[in-house]
């Protein structure tokens, strides 16, 4: 199958394709701005996520969109437009926590870093509704699924982010971090029970907490 054919195929099935295409062929900048305006939200939380700073989110974000209009005439479909994006996401967002390590940086603010967004804490103020003790227990719930995903290692994160945050199966996530469907599985499941483990005294807060393996049946699925 010729290589024009296959992207033909992909450009069927995928409108994302189709707007890059427009961009490759045409340089239709028009085509970008609607990439841009469909993913950027979503590209930012899944950096931000990842890297849990707002605002390197941010200037990752940009980046990412910058290398795809800057690599355009060598765009060539393969797999769906998210997840040629999400791959180059993942490099990126991996190369900086990995610059991060090298240097000496100062460490973030609580309130403007974490996976639930910046100012977690403002997000979850109370309502007239609730009274202040569900509002002191959802903060608390807040800072500790933060610890949680801050302490899973950049591989199972990034898994974890992407199937939860993005809905990506096994397949996706294997394309985008380049290893096995095999290995996501593996990844997911020890992401999955490090989460559990750290996670279980305050999600069963109010009730008895199930025994260590209950669950563990679930591990296989996506």
């Known amino acids: 199958m010729s290589v024009g054919h296959t992207s033909s195929q992909f450009a069927l099935r995928d409108p994302d394709i189709r707007l890059m295409l427009r961009v490759r062929d045409a ?3 028009g085509a970008f701005s609607e990439l841009v305006e469909r993913f950027q939200h979503r590209l ?14 941010e200037d990752l974000a940009q980046e990412v969109f910058l290398r795809v209009y800057r690599t355009r005439k060598k765009y060539t479909p393969k ?7 999400f791959t180059i996401a993942n490099n990126l967002a991996l190369n900086a926590l990995r610059d991060r390590q090298r240097r000496p940086v100062l460490p973030l603010e609580v309130r403007d870093s974490g996976p639930l967004g910046p100012r977690p804490t403002e ?3 109370p309502t007239r509704d609730e009274p202040p003790t569900h509002n002191l227990q959802q903060q608390e719930l807040a800072a500790v699924i933060r610890q ?6 950049e591989r199972q994160r990034m898994a974890i982010v992407l199937n939860k945050f993005e809905d990506m199966n096994y397949a996706d996530i294997a394309d985008v971090m380049g290893l096995s ?3 996501v599985k593996s990844l997911l499941s020890r992401a999955r029970c490090k989460l559990r483990e750290t996670l279980q005294g305050y999600i069963y807060m109010d009730g008895d907490a199930p025994p260590p393996d209950a669950g563990a049946a679930s591990d296989g699925d996506a």
């Not at 930012?44 to 989110?57: C, K, N, P, T």
């Not at 949680?148 to 290692?153: E, K, P």
């Open 27 to 29: 340089d239709d900048t």
């Open 44 to 57: 930012v939380a899944v950096m931000h996520h990842l890297v849990g700073s707002a605002d390197e989110a």
């Open 79 to 85: 797999a769906k437009f998210s997840t040629w994006l």
């Open 123 to 125: 997000a979850l103020a």
């Open 148 to 153: 949680a995903l801050d302490g899973l290692n």
């Open 181 to 183: 469907t095999k290995a």
